[in-house]
């Protein structure tokens, strides 16, 4: 009897070892792979990161290191889809209607917004509007312009078309480009588009305009831009001669259109509007037979569109300052720099010393009386450090200013220190 019972004792335990076996290749089965670790490697058991990091070397993808995490500052949003309110459109070479046509630009002149003004329309405007912001002075939207006396060209076609050529250099350039209209068949005020040129931004807001006088023998090419004393945008006055003068230089060497002056007058509803540098090009006479003739040849576009660039990119570069440093004395003295207390502020003073730009502490407020750019560095030159930010700011809008400059100021938004043109910025007297 104990020898059957001994026996029934083993076949029983002989089945639980057998039922043991089977449940555990059934749950190995539906468990992950582990993979073999190799020398010096451990299993974090609670991330399983040499899990991951074998799975997904198994199906062909990199490690999560390198592909799956990113650092913080790039997991910024994309860049903006529009440019003050004007939605970016693809390059194609063809016209768009509308106004407000906008061009992404690319490489380094991206950070440079130009608006092409092309004067007048298809059809004028006589309702009136202000002369400027404020002004009891009113002047009709926009008018029908003048027309070729020899070929019979409208002025609105002759603009358009050198706008449009003027467009695809500076696109092709890399410049972000803005155009105010791209067909005659548009109704735009020229205090609507001044205003478009400020929500742009624009660096520069060239207008394009050919002129007309009751003297037939009146010929050659002018600039127009406003006097210093213009009661609505005089703070800009020194900008809008500079454009000026380059633009006008460029065109009449490269077109060979007799060079007149800059006229400074504040009768110009589109000046005095524009709170951005802005200038107009009138560029010969329609009323005199050798400029009429000139303009309405073939090739003269080109022609004139590269000026256009040039005189652009000199007035550009001309406002942007120098890194190089030509004192003797700048090379051998150590810079002085300005220090906050424990590290308050974020700022790259070797940069700044690189760049030859010292500034005085302050802790004051600044008001923009243009619009500007926001940068990362005082300078608009050099490497990604200078790359202008998807940051903007407009006239009238007051920030915090640490460092007064001569040519820039050290500016403290959102807890992060950045620089703007001090041409755009005036102490506020609290």
Request: glycine share 8%; with cysteine.
């Amino acid at each position: 009897m104990k020898q059957k019972i001994i026996i029934v004792v083993a076949v029983i335990c002989a089945i639980c070892v057998l039922i043991a076996t089977i449940v555990s290749v059934q749950r190995a089965k539906t468990l992950p792979k582990q993979p073999e670790q190799e020398s010096g490697s451990e299993i974090d058991s609670d991330t399983g990161s040499e899990i991951d990091s074998e799975i997904g070397s198994e199906t062909g993808t990199q490690e999560p290191a390198e592909s799956q995490t990113q650092e913080p500052d790039e997991q910024q949003t994309a860049a903006p889809a529009d440019i003050g309110g004007m939605p970016y459109v693809e390059y194609t070479g063809e016209k768009h209607p509308g106004t407000g046509i906008a061009y992404r630009g690319s490489g380094e002149m991206a950070q440079y917004v130009i608006v092409i003004d092309a004067g007048h329309q298809l059809h004028a405007m006589s309702e009136t509007e202000p002369n400027g912001p404020g002004s009891e002075q009113m002047k009709a939207k926009v008018t029908g312009g003048t027309q070729g006396s020899f070929t019979g060209l409208a002025e609105y076609e002759l603009n358009l078309r050198v706008a449009l050529a003027l467009r695809d250099v500076l696109v092709a350039k890399g410049y972000t480009v803005v155009m105010v209209r791209e067909t005659h068949e548009v109704e735009i005020s020229n205090a609507e588009r001044a205003q478009l040129a400020n929500r742009a931004g624009a660096d520069v807001n060239i207008r394009i305009h050919a002129n007309g006088d009751a003297n037939a023998s009146a010929k050659g090419a002018m600039a127009v831009c406003q006097t210093p004393q213009n009661p609505y945008n005089a703070n800009i006055y020194e900008d809008c001669r500079a454009l000026s003068d380059a633009v006008l230089d460029a065109f009449c060497l490269s077109t060979g259109m007799a060079k007149r002056n800059v006229w400074q007058t504040d009768t110009m509803t589109g000046t005095n509007w524009a709170s951005v540098p802005t200038t107009i090009i009138e560029m010969g006479f329609m009323t005199n037979a050798e400029d009429d003739a000139a303009m309405a040849a073939e090739g003269f576009a080109a022609k004139a569109a590269d000026g256009l660039a040039q005189g652009i990119a000199a007035y550009l570069a001309q406002k942007a300052p120098s890194t190089e440093d030509t004192s003797k004395e700048q090379e051998t003295t150590e810079p002085e720099q300005e220090t906050y207390p424990d590290s308050k502020y974020d700022i790259n003073f070797q940069r700044e010393a690189e760049l030859g730009q010292s500034f005085t502490d302050v802790e004051t407020t600044v008001e923009f009386t243009g619009t500007a750019w926001i940068r990362t560095e005082p300078s608009t030159k050099g490497g990604d450090a200078t790359k202008v930010q998807n940051i903007r700011t407009y006239a009238g809008k007051r920030v915090t200013c640490i460092g007064l400059g001569e040519n820039w100021h050290r500016l403290l938004i959102d807890g992060k220190v950045y620089y703007a043109s001090a041409a755009y910025l005036k102490v506020v007297e609290e």
